[in-house]
């Protein structure tokens, strides 16, 4: 069984409201909308499970200059 809910919101109220939002939390509706929040998470459980090792910065600046 599902529910629906009608929601009426203006676009003004929500242009403001996001304007609104920390750096941080503008970076994670973005993450949300785009789609690549799973992604991410499966990435960082890989790190948190060492399934995966992360660079380091020498490594990955090693031929940058």
């Given at each position: 069984?599902?529910?629906?809910?009608m929601v009426e919101l203006k676009?003004?109220?929500?242009?403001?409201?996001?304007?609104?939002?920390?750096?941080?939390?503008?970076?994670?509706?973005?993450?949300?909308?785009?789609?690549?929040?799973?992604?991410?998470?499966?990435?960082?459980?890989?790190?948190?499970?060492?399934?995966?090792?992360?660079?380091?910065?020498?490594?990955?600046?090693?031929?940058?200059?």
């Amino acid at each position: 069984m599902s529910v629906g809910v009608m929601v009426e919101l203006k676009v003004e109220e929500l242009a403001n409201s996001i304007s609104k939002l920390n750096k941080t939390d503008k970076e994670m509706l973005l993450l949300l909308l785009s789609g690549e929040a799973k992604e991410i998470a499966r990435r960082v459980k890989d790190v948190k499970s060492k399934k995966v090792k992360l660079l380091t910065r020498e490594e990955a600046f090693r031929d940058a200059l």
